[in-house]
């Protein structure tokens, strides 16, 4: 079955610095990858998806299929990207996302 | 536009009680979602439906049904609660489904059962 993992449950940066939020995913297929971000007292709401190759407030994320990631990158962390964020996946099945345990990303100053 | 919105937004019950959650969306999507969020596991899908009249099972829908009578409604019932339900659901819906259409979701509705 398809899974999502993000090891960190709390990444805790300082404001400036490079942020890389890990996303690891189970599958053997041709994977779509999304990265979703909830802020406090905020809905839950699309960052960016692979489909699109885009950037999003600063954040991109490549995938690798060699290595099943779909890490999500920042060089430089500013303090309103302290949030919640959620890896999913997408496997062509059922109209339907897998989501990862999340991580709470922490930028102080 | 409200987006998707949920009712109640808190919910405690008694075991064995029975309720039924709202989910209402005013942008003309075919696609609804049911998630549960617990502590340690994300979000993990309960039901969904890819249109009015349709539903279909998730990773996790052992205790719960559905259904989708409106197109702008989605209803989330609990027959008999148990404390393994004490979570919070998500709604989310989408024009279609992935990759393409992105996933609103709505505050969310915190349920604890004693």
């Known amino acids: 079955a398809q899974r999502v993992t993000q090891p960190e449950k709390l990444l805790s940066v300082f404001k400036g610095a490079p942020v890389e939020l890990k996303c690891n995913y189970s599958y053997s297929g041709s994977p779509e990858l999304f990265w979703y971000v909830q802020y406090s007292r905020q809905r839950l709401q699309l960052l960016l998806r692979h489909i699109s190759r885009e950037s999003i407030k600063g954040f991109t994320a490549d995938l690798n299929k060699g290595e099943t990631s779909f890490h999500l990158k920042k060089p430089f962390a500013q303090e309103e990207d302290s949030a919640m964020y959620y890896c999913a996946l997408y496997t062509g099945t059922a109209s339907k996302l897998t989501f990862g345990t999340g991580t709470r990303l922490q930028v102080t100053l | 536009n409200a987006g998707v919105t949920q009712t109640p937004k808190f919910r405690v019950l008694k075991t064995g009680q029975s309720m039924t959650l709202l989910c209402a969306q005013d942008?003309?999507?075919?696609?609804m979602y049911w998630y549960r969020q617990d502590p340690g596991m994300g979000l993990r899908l309960i039901h969904y439906?890819?249109?009015?009249?349709?539903?279909a099972k998730g990773e996790v829908p052992d205790g719960y049904n559905v259904s989708r009578l409106k197109k702008q409604n989605f209803l989330l019932g609990l027959e008999s609660a148990a404390p393994s339900q004490t979570s919070v659901y998500f709604c989310a819906s989408s024009y279609r489904g992935p990759p393409y259409n992105e996933q609103f979701f709505g505050p969310g509705t915190r349920l604890t059962v004693l």
């Open positions: 439906s890819v249109g009015e009249g349709t539903t």
């Open positions: 942008m003309n999507h075919e696609y």
